[in-house]
């Protein structure tokens, strides 16, 4: 998908008050558009590249502005990371508005570690991102008892600590309730 940071296609309009994609309150970006085709994935109308709608990233940030009592942004789909620069742009955003910032992709992060080279958009979007919950979904690796997400092979990544210590460090999920991620907090890049 060509990369934009003037528009996003995204499969709905900016969800508020979601409690399940994320700690606390919050809104959810449901982008348009996935490759990677996910055996028993529960949003398959979402991998249409040319699905959805094109939205103008100034709208999404004004839908932003209306948020309140939101302490989170997730970024959904699809996967985000067929839209980076959109994304980063609109993270970039929320994060000045303090809302911490939570992204589902099918991509692991050493696979976007490994993109970053090519083209740096990836990593600059995962300076922006507080938990990376990371890896395609495998129907064999389900788990309906897991922390938000659905199968054992993802992970909660600490982006802050794992881009600090340059190792994968996971979100201590039993620490998680009483940490900052159900705070708004402040920008860290
Ligand atoms: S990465 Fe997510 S949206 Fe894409 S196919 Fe897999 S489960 Fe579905």
Known sequence: ME???????LAADLQ????????????????????????GCQ????????????????MVKDAIDELEYH????????????Q????????????????NIWVYTGFTF?????????????LEFMKKIDVLVDGRFKLEERDLSLLF????NQRLIDMKKTLS????????EYEYNETKYFERVPMYV
């Open 71 to 82: 302490t989170g942004l997730t970024f959904s789909g699809g996967d985000p990371m067929f």
């Open 149 to 152: 997400r659905g199968s054992r």
């Open 110 to 122: 050493e696979e976007l570690m490994k993109m970053s080279e090519t083209n740096p958009i990836y």
């Open 84 to 99: 980076a620069e959109a994304c980063n742009e609109i993270a970039e955003y929320a994060r000045s508005k303090g809302l």
């Open 3 to 9: 990369q934009n940071n003037k528009y996003i296609r």
């Open 16 to 39: 508020t008050d979601s409690i399940v994609d994320g700690p606390g309150l919050r809104a959810v970006i449901w982008t348009q558009g996935c490759a990677h085709h996910c055996k």
């Open 43 to 58: 949003n398959p109308q979402t991998w249409d590249f040319n699905g959805g709608g094109l939205v103008p990233i100034e």
């Open 165 to 172: 210590s340059g190792k994968v460090t996971l979100l201590n």
